[in-house]
């Protein structure tokens, strides 16, 4: 019989943290949301107050099964009893492999013998962690979407030492709490949704970062070809958060040598984190929230024809 697990802890309180945190307690999940940074899970719990607002409005909760899912939910600060009655720790912490291993270190002794353990590495391989974690055939890749209560897919990446009852269990878990299990059947930085994700993104953050167009017009011509998506690819960046942008790009332009991917690491560092701008999570990043301007049915609208001469202006290499 494949096993349901049911006590689940997420280690890192960011933005996917958090969202998995709540989203599987409201999937009726027992679960320990713990950062070793008293401020994030304070900053969590407060996110996780607007999360209840929006499964209201968007999912059509009820207030008994918030109630409900705030009863499931709780929030520490000391890694061992954290994971003290853990079924499956998810981690979600930054996309640095020195932070990730450092981490698996610590955590591997002050785990339960049965606990199975995963990461959310947006780009990251399963084998580079594996051995550090102590427990390669327990230790897989669970990836999620941004915005999972409605972006609901699941990728599930092994390495060549997973053992099949660990995917079995973890693919129980995805489905269990609502999400599209969906096998990468290689290993592969990125997985499918990232593969592209990534590249769409570093192509966009080029366009702004080399001048080329604006945030908005790059999200514009994004949306205009692409009608009934949700987010433009720079509306993409401030979801994911900033630093997870600036993370993944540092790292991997330095990697493969990109001089663009490095340039818009910079971009990001000098126009948003430098100024204490997180993106989404934090209110402000190429937009502000809870109010977006590609929010506004008239982001979209055909422009008066009094905008034609100031169009034109920006069109012209002579004045730019």
Known sequence: MTQHLQNLTVIGAGVLGGQIAWHSAFKGKTVVLYDMYAQALTKAQEIHDRYAE???AQLGATEAEIAATRSRLSYCAQLASAVAQAELVIEAVPEVP???NALYTELAPLLPEKTLVATNSSTLLPRDFAQATGRPAKFCAMHFANMIWTMNVLEIMAHEGTARETLEAVTTFAIDIGQVPVPVRKEQN???LNTWNVALLTAAQALVTNGVGTPEDVDRTFLICNRGAPLGPMGMIDMIGIKTA???????GTVKNDAQMLANAAYLKEHFLDKGLQGMLGGQ???????PAYADPAFLAVPDHSAAKEIARLADLKSN
């Open 246 to 252: 600036y993370d993944v790009s540092m790292y991997w």
């Open 98 to 100: 020195e932070i990730k």
């Open 285 to 291: 990043g190429y937009y502000s929230y809870p109010n």
């Open 190 to 192: 990125g997985y499918l």
């Open 54 to 56: 929006m499964y209201v």
